[in-house]
């Protein structure tokens, strides 16, 4: 996940970070909790606060990308430890309808999305309950 994301901020639970691919606005969230792989194996404060967070990232993705769908999945079969994938989907991306693992290449966001996660982080900052 580091290799191939950016990071954004820390959130009370999660590490957030922005995948490096342009294509699509893929946010991650990552609970600071090392070996949890399922959300089941969180306690149940951690399980809500995880919900928080995911409904506030994905706030700021709609807010700042405006998108046409959110996607949000926990799947975790090439990278156990748990992590929660928030992705804006546009009807004309490169991989509608289907899901957006292995399609194409990935493209770089350009200097490092600086822009993109300043845009992000303001976002979270205005998002009510503020993770």
Same mark, same amino acid.
């Given at each position: 996940?580091?290799?191939?994301?950016? @990071? #954004?901020?820390?959130?009370?639970?999660?590490?957030? =970070?922005?995948?490096?691919?342009?294509? &699509?606005?893929?946010?991650?969230?990552? @609970?600071?909790?090392?070996?949890?792989?399922?959300?089941? /194996?969180? /306690?149940?404060?951690?399980?809500?606060?995880?919900?928080?967070? #995911?409904?506030?990232?994905?706030? *700021?993705?709609?807010? %700042? &990308?405006? @998108? /046409?769908?959110?996607? #949000?999945? $926990?799947?975790?079969? %090439?990278?156990?430890?748990?992590? %929660? !994938? %928030?992705?804006g989907? &546009?009807?004309?991306? $490169? *991989?509608? @309808? *289907?899901p957006?693992?292995?399609?194409?290449?990935?493209?770089?966001?350009?200097?490092?999305?600086?822009?993109? #996660?300043?845009?992000?982080? =303001?976002?979270?900052?205005q998002?009510? /309950? !503020? $993770?």
């Open positions: 996940m580091a290799a191939d994301s950016l @990071p #954004i901020d820390s959130l009370e639970l999660c590490q957030l =970070r922005l995948m490096n691919d342009q294509r &699509f606005p893929w946010l991650l969230l990552v @609970p600071a909790r090392p070996g949890t792989v399922e959300v089941l /194996d969180l /306690d149940a404060a951690d399980q809500m606060r995880l919900w928080d967070e #995911i409904r506030v990232v994905a706030g *700021a993705v709609r807010s %700042v &990308f405006a @998108p /046409d769908k959110l996607n #949000i999945a $926990a799947l975790g079969n %090439v990278v156990p430890q748990l992590h %929660v !994938h %928030v992705i989907r &546009f009807r004309n991306d $490169a *991989a509608w @309808p *289907a957006v693992w292995g399609v194409g290449t990935p493209e770089p966001w350009p200097d490092g999305a600086k822009d993109e #996660i300043e845009r992000l982080r =303001r976002a979270l900052q998002t009510p /309950d !503020h $993770a």
